[in-house]
């Protein structure tokens, strides 16, 4: 099974984008669910996360810009990101853990440029 991240794109600064991720197949047993970002030459980092009893946590530098949620029926989780800086320029990931199968899922990012 195979995550799979998509809405990025080119925005202005102060723009909004909403990245959806979806899997390839069924995961059982999600019991968390992030998303992370990784910026041109700069470690990959957390940006926002959520438990299945809907405990969020989010990076301090989104925080109160960014939101994370999920659809159960669709088996989809998404970004939505508001008033965004070119700081957060950057390939952005979904992932989500199993405690069914204990293994953390990944899949291809996408681009979020943030034009000043």
């Known amino acids: 099974v195979q995550l799979q991240a998509s809405g990025g794109g080119l925005v202005q600064a102060g723009g909004s984008l909403r990245l959806s991720c979806t899997a390839s197949?069924?995961?059982?047993?999600?019991?968390?669910m992030a998303w992370y970002r990784q910026a041109h030459g700069k470690q990959r980092e957390l940006v926002a996360s959520?438990?299945?009893?809907?405990?969020?946590n989010y990076a301090k530098s989104v925080k109160g810009r960014f939101t994370i949620s999920r659809d159960n029926a669709k088996g989809t989780v998404f970004l939505q990101m508001n008033s965004l800086k070119p700081e957060d320029t950057a390939v952005y990931y979904c992932?989500?853990?199993?405690?069914?199968?204990?293994?953390?899922?990944w899949g291809k990012g996408t681009q979020v440029t943030v034009s000043s």
């Open positions: 992932n989500e853990h199993s405690t069914d199968t204990q293994m953390d899922y």
């Open positions: 197949g069924k995961i059982f047993g999600i019991d968390y």
């Open positions: 959520l438990t299945m009893g809907d405990r969020t």
